[in-house]
């Protein structure tokens, strides 16, 4: 080991193998007090995390100093959830200090790839929506855009899954068990939130009726900063996650050890708000420490905002030619009436002035038409944890009912429909519809759910405020998406058009041209089959599966969910299984099916679904007629990193949920992008992606929303759908009567008896003849190479439209108000 650097101890920030040598040197020496002979392997990437943010400061303090020179208008993204996964990669991507850090690592001793799998993931988020978080952090920077992430520093992420016997067991994510060198705690910038106490009304010296926050306690939030690096522009932005913590005086009057003790053991109640991230998907749980989170979030960021704003500004009534704040989903939207209220109790302004300023500077997106997951508080709960905020909220509401009078007449039914506060035994507030009348904006996330959302779930707001609503479909940063976890796919494009796709990602249509270069296309298809080999190496060492790589890579990963169908993916194995069993000479199309996702911790039918792809899936590899042509495995702990592991060597992406419920979907966009052929449902983005990638490249079945609505409305009866296809009678038979658990046969009734006699809400029935036939199209299509890889290669070159950077854009443009700001010069053209 080289430990010939020490001249150069004090070099920071040069760009080069030989300063960044010396400084991982240093900061393990100085840094944390160990040296090249006896460091681990934990404390080599620490140092090399340390010596990344070291090229990482400088641009970090420059950025935000001219943002306050320029008074750039801010974007503030609020979140609960971040799921950015791990950083190194990324941020060395955008620094183009890749090669430099791996000869680094390689001259001390160390393999880059060993130290970048020490990393834990950030899994700060569920699924889908804290995903999105995370790449419109990529792409804001990437553009130079002001923008900034809020967020809760979980020390729990999402939890850890694990199978044992088939089923599902949650573990504790401790990722912070040895700390993150990314995040800096900033000890200057720490604010108190409040809860609880009471509204006391009072009269200003101008004899106004006025309000004041009394009696309440509070926690402390305390900001932790992740820089969020733009790709070679310079720019890093940041992403603040708040951490919760006590009051800092424990002001004990009369002190005994055991009021001490006692006062100190209490330190970790305070920080209980920031604990854990709650791991339900689309499922609304109304508890109050998830509301606590959810002002705790609001508050401080708030907080924050207001007091930077402060700093370079003097007229509040300003704010939104400044500031817009997006909230994503309802999860933040408690800054509807935070914001009235400091602007009416704390800068004294009156109602109407305060109310236009909010509603200019807020705005909100909606990810889900399921009712299960809108948020609705109870009124009781919030007039113990907030109670100015609800009164702020009823008079919200009542100003607002007035103008529905106004508007449409005396129209109780639209009146009890729209009210913000649903009246009945658990009185409680709508976020939903507080998020509508208190923004200026609402958008859906694919022109689909958009249209959906108008005409359905907010069907009369859109009536009374039609130009508050607006699409914005979803994007995936082809940096992580393309550039980092598929680096064969990014070199050989980059060798053929250059590398102005990275930031301009409708640029890959060049790539249309070389369906026809067969040179071209004998790569592109290599690729793939190396990528399918990397992968089975990586399962191979993670989970002791062998997985064929002469077969078909069909994948589907996402969160568990009935809606989203992997049910029918499972009955689709069981009935090839059957198939083959049945005709052992009939030639098949050999299929490798990976399933990954995690199940919420109290969904049940879901967890059920796990047991029994499990089960299905050692039917099939257990049984030897089926090698070489069918295997079934579930992966467990999905994650970012995963994802990044088994997206590049899909060959076939299964998007496939019930139309009109998948608001959007991205890991549709992320597949397509890598070269994998979606069989999908019109349903979310799919729809839009058969749009860009043209007809002939995406297999498309099932029922549409339409088609949906009209079997519901005509009398839809699973059973004659059981009773007309054999195949997937014989295997729903299979199911019930315990052939994939003859311990116990009756295992998987829950998911029979909701198939037949609870009549299939999510149609699974309905829509698997049609699924089959899809699947045949598959494997015809699979059997002439040639023709699977032009169909590959236009996903490739056609999908550009779903870069972040272009949903950023819209959001800048139509939202935001800071399109002047787009690629001020800054953006990367491609070199
Ligand atoms: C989530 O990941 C999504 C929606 C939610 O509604 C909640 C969560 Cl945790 C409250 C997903 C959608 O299911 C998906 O279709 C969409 O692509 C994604 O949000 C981002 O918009």
Same mark, same amino acid.
């Not at 992997?566 to 099916?593: C, E, F, G």
């Given at each position: 080991?080289?430990?010939?650097?020490s001249?150069?101890?004090?070099?920071?920030?040069?760009?080069?193998?030989?300063s960044?040598?010396a400084?991982?040197?240093s900061?393990?020496?100085?840094?944390?007090?160990?040296?090249?002979?006896?460091a681990?392997?934990?404390?080599f990437y620490?140092?090399?995390?340390?010596?990344?943010?070291?090229?990482?400061?400088?641009?970090?303090?420059?950025?935000?100093?001219?943002?306050?020179?320029?008074?750039?208008?801010?974007i503030?993204y609020?979140?609960?959830?971040?799921?950015?996964?791990?950083?190194?990669?990324?941020?060395?991507v955008?620094?183009?200090?890749?090669?430099?850090?791996?000869?680094?690592?390689?001259d001390?001793?160390?393999?880059?790839?060993?130290?970048?799998?020490?990393?834990n993931?950030?899994?700060?988020?569920?699924?889908?929506?804290?995903?999105?978080?995370?790449?419109?952090l990529?792409?804001?920077?990437?553009?130079?855009?002001a923008?900034?992430?809020?967020?809760?520093?979980y020390?729990?992420?999402?939890?850890?899954?694990?199978?044992?016997?088939?089923?599902?067991?949650?573990?504790?994510?401790?990722?912070?068990?040895?700390?993150?060198?990314?995040?800096t705690?900033?000890?200057?910038?720490?604010?108190?939130v409040?809860?609880?106490g009471?509204?006391?009304?009072?009269?200003?010296?101008?004899?106004h009726?006025?309000?004041?926050?009394?009696?309440?306690?509070h926690?402390?939030a305390l900001?932790?900063?992740?820089?969020?690096p733009?790709?070679?522009?310079?720019v890093?932005?940041n992403?603040?996650?708040?951490?919760?913590?006590?009051?800092?005086?424990?002001?004990?009057?009369?002190?005994n050890?055991?009021?001490?003790?006692?006062a100190?053991?209490?330190?970790?109640?305070h920080?209980?708000?920031?604990r854990?991230?709650?791991?339900?998907?689309?499922i609304?749980?109304?508890?109050?420490l998830?509301?606590?989170?959810?002002?705790?979030?609001?508050?401080?960021?708030?907080?924050?905002?207001?007091?930077?704003?402060?700093?370079?500004?003097?007229?509040?009534?300003?704010?939104?030619?400044y500031?817009?704040?997006?909230?994503?989903?309802?999860?933040?939207n408690?800054?509807?009436?935070?914001?009235?209220?400091?602007?009416?109790?704390?800068?004294?302004?009156?109602?109407?002035?305060?109310?236009?300023?909010?509603?200019?500077?807020?705005s909100?997106?909606?990810?889900?038409v399921?009712?299960e997951?809108?948020?609705?508080?109870?009124?009781?709960?919030?007039?113990?944890?907030?109670?100015?905020?609800?009164?702020?909220?009823?008079?919200?509401?009542k100003?607002?009912?007035?103008?529905v009078?106004e508007?449409?007449?005396?129209?109780v039914?639209?009146?009890?429909?729209?009210?913000?506060i649903?009246?009945?035994?658990?009185?409680?507030?709508?976020?939903?519809?507080?998020?509508?009348?208190?923004?200026?904006?609402?958008?859906?996330?694919?022109?689909?759910?958009?249209?959906?959302i108008?005409?359905?779930?907010?069907?009369?707001?859109?009536?009374?405020?039609p130009e508050?609503?607006?699409?914005?479909?979803?994007?995936?940063?082809p940096?992580?998406?393309?550039k980092?976890?598929n680096?064969?796919?990014?070199?050989?494009i980059?060798?053929?058009?250059?590398?102005?796709?990275?930031?301009?990602?409708?640029?890959?249509r060049?790539?249309?041209?070389?369906?026809n270069?067969?040179?071209?296309?004998?790569?592109?298809?290599?690729?793939?089959?190396?990528?399918?080999e990397r992968?089975?190496?990586?399962?191979?060492?993670?989970?002791?599966?062998?997985?064929?790589?002469?077969?078909?890579?069909?994948?589907?990963?996402?969160?568990?969910?009935e809606?989203?169908?992997?049910?029918?993916?499972?009955i689709?194995?069981?009935?090839?299984?059957?198939?083959?069993?049945?005709?052992?000479d !009939?030639?098949? +199309?050999?299929?490798? &099916?990976?399933? *990954? =996702?995690?199940a %919420?911790? #109290?969904?049940?039918?879901? $967890?059920?679904?796990?047991?029994l792809?499990?089960?299905?899936?050692?039917?099939i590899?257990?049984?030897?007629?089926?090698?070489?042509?069918?295997?079934?495995?579930?992966?467990?702990?999905?994650?970012?990193?995963?994802?990044?592991?088994?997206?590049? !060597?899909?060959? +076939?992406?299964?998007? &496939?949920?019930? *139309? =009109?419920?998948? %608001?959007? #979907?991205?890991?549709?966009? $992320?597949?397509?992008?890598?070269?994998?052929?979606?069989?999908?449902?019109?349903?979310?983005?799919?729809?839009?992606?058969?749009?860009?990638?043209?007809d002939?490249?995406?297999?498309?079945?099932?029922l549409?929303?339409?088609?949906?609505?009209e079997?519901?409305?005509?009398?839809?009866?699973?059973?004659?759908?059981?009773?007309?296809?054999?195949?997937?009678?014989?295997?729903?038979?299979?199911?019930?009567d315990?052939?994939?658990?003859?311990?116990?046969?009756?295992?998987?009734?829950?998911?029979?008896?909701?198939?037949?006699?609870?009549?299939?809400?999510?149609?699974?029935?309905?829509?698997?003849p049609?699924y089959?036939?899809?699947?045949?199209?598959?494997?015809?299509?699979y059997?002439?190479?040639?023709?699977?890889?032009?169909?590959?290669?236009y996903?490739?070159?056609?999908v550009?439209?779903?870069?972040?950077?272009?949903?950023?854009?819209?959001?800048?443009t139509?939202?935001?108000?800071?399109?002047?700001?787009?690629?001020?010069?800054?953006?990367?053209?491609?070199?």
């Amino acid at each position: 080991m080289s430990t010939t650097t020490s001249k150069k101890l004090n070099v920071k920030t040069g760009m080069d193998t030989e300063s960044i040598k010396a400084d991982i040197l240093s900061h393990l020496r100085y840094s944390l007090a160990t040296d090249i002979e006896t460091a681990n392997k934990k404390e080599f990437y620490k140092s090399v995390v340390l010596s990344v943010m070291d090229r990482l400061h400088d641009s970090w303090l420059n950025t935000q100093k001219e943002y306050r020179e320029k008074k750039t208008k801010k974007i503030y993204y609020i979140s609960m959830e971040f799921l950015i996964g791990r950083l190194l990669d990324n941020a060395l991507v955008n620094l183009n200090l890749e090669q430099e850090f791996r000869d680094a690592c390689k001259d001390l001793g160390y393999d880059y790839e060993e130290i970048r799998d020490i990393e834990n993931d950030a899994a700060l988020g569920n699924g889908g929506l804290g995903r999105l978080a995370a790449c419109f952090l990529d792409s804001m920077a990437t553009l130079g855009l002001a923008g900034f992430g809020y967020g809760i520093k979980y020390d729990y992420g999402i939890f850890k899954q694990k199978i044992h016997d088939g089923y599902q067991i949650e573990r504790p994510d401790d990722w912070l068990r040895f700390g993150t060198p990314w995040a800096t705690t900033r000890p200057s910038v720490m604010y108190p939130v409040r809860f609880y106490g009471r509204s006391v009304p009072y009269t200003d010296e101008d004899g106004h009726l006025r309000f004041k926050w009394e009696n309440t306690q509070h926690v402390y939030a305390l900001a932790n900063d992740i820089p969020m690096p733009g790709f070679r522009n310079g720019v890093v932005n940041n992403l603040r996650l708040w951490k919760a913590t006590s009051p800092k005086s424990l002001d004990l009057t009369s002190f005994n050890q055991g009021e001490y003790i006692n006062a100190v053991r209490d330190i970790e109640l305070h920080e209980n708000i920031s604990r854990v991230l709650y791991p339900n998907d689309k499922i609304f749980v109304g508890q109050e420490l998830r509301l606590k989170q959810e002002y705790f979030l609001v508050s401080s960021t708030l907080q924050d905002i207001l007091r930077e704003y402060k700093q370079q500004h003097d007229d509040l009534r300003d704010l939104p030619k400044y500031v817009a704040i997006q909230c994503n989903d309802t999860h933040p939207n408690l800054a509807v009436p935070d914001l009235m209220r400091i602007l009416m109790d704390e800068e004294g302004f009156d109602w109407e002035t305060s109310w236009d300023i909010t509603v200019k500077t807020l705005s909100y997106t909606n990810h889900t038409v399921l009712p299960e997951a809108l948020e609705k508080w109870p009124v009781s709960m919030l007039r113990n944890l907030l109670p100015r905020h609800l009164q702020i909220i009823y008079e919200i509401n009542k100003r607002f009912i007035n103008k529905v009078h106004e508007h449409f007449g005396d129209d109780v039914n639209r009146v009890r429909r729209m009210s913000i506060i649903s009246e009945g035994e658990q009185p409680s507030v709508q976020m939903a519809n507080l998020g509508i009348v208190g923004t200026h904006k609402v958008n859906g996330v694919a022109a689909l759910h958009t249209d959906l959302i108008k005409k359905t779930i907010f069907r009369d707001f859109f009536e009374m405020y039609p130009e508050r609503f607006t699409n914005k479909t979803n994007g995936i940063t082809p940096r992580r998406w393309l550039k980092q976890c598929n680096k064969p796919l990014a070199d050989l494009i980059t060798s053929e058009i250059g590398d102005s796709w990275i930031t301009h990602l409708s640029d890959l249509r060049k790539l249309d041209d070389k369906v026809n270069d067969k040179k071209f296309m004998k790569k592109y298809s290599d690729i793939k089959q190396q990528n399918k080999e990397r992968l089975a190496a990586y399962v191979k060492e993670n989970y002791g599966f062998e997985l064929n790589t002469k077969a078909i890579f069909d994948i589907q990963i996402k969160r568990i969910h009935e809606y989203k169908r992997q049910l029918m993916l499972a009955i689709y194995a069981a009935a090839q299984y059957n198939y083959i069993k049945a005709n052992p000479d !009939a030639p098949v +199309v050999p299929r490798t &099916i990976i399933f *990954a =996702g995690k199940a %919420a911790p #109290g969904y049940a039918m879901a $967890k059920m679904f796990i047991k029994l792809i499990n089960s299905i899936s050692d039917k099939i590899n257990n049984d030897p007629d089926m090698e070489g042509k069918l295997q079934c495995f579930f992966l467990d702990n999905y994650s970012v990193t995963l994802a990044e592991q088994l997206i590049p !060597a899909a060959d +076939v992406s299964e998007q &496939i949920s019930t *139309a =009109g419920m998948e %608001a959007s #979907g991205t890991g549709n966009m $992320k597949f397509a992008l890598n070269g994998a052929v979606t069989i999908g449902t019109l349903d979310g983005a799919n729809v839009e992606i058969k749009e860009e990638v043209g007809d002939e490249n995406i297999i498309i079945f099932g029922l549409t929303v339409e088609g949906v609505e009209e079997l519901r409305r005509s009398g839809y009866s699973s059973w004659e759908y059981y009773n007309a296809d054999k195949a997937l009678k014989q295997v729903i038979d299979q199911i019930r009567d315990g052939f994939f658990e003859p311990d116990h046969p009756s295992l998987f009734h829950t998911i029979t008896n909701s198939l037949l006699d609870g009549n299939d809400y999510f149609l699974v029935l309905a829509d698997y003849p049609a699924y089959a036939e899809a699947q045949k199209e598959v494997d015809a299509l699979y059997s002439k190479p040639d023709e699977w890889f032009k169909v590959a290669l236009y996903n490739t070159a056609r999908v550009g439209k779903f870069s972040s950077d272009r949903t950023i854009s819209d959001y800048a443009t139509d939202i935001w108000g800071c399109e002047d700001q787009l690629n001020k010069g800054r953006e990367y053209q491609g070199s």
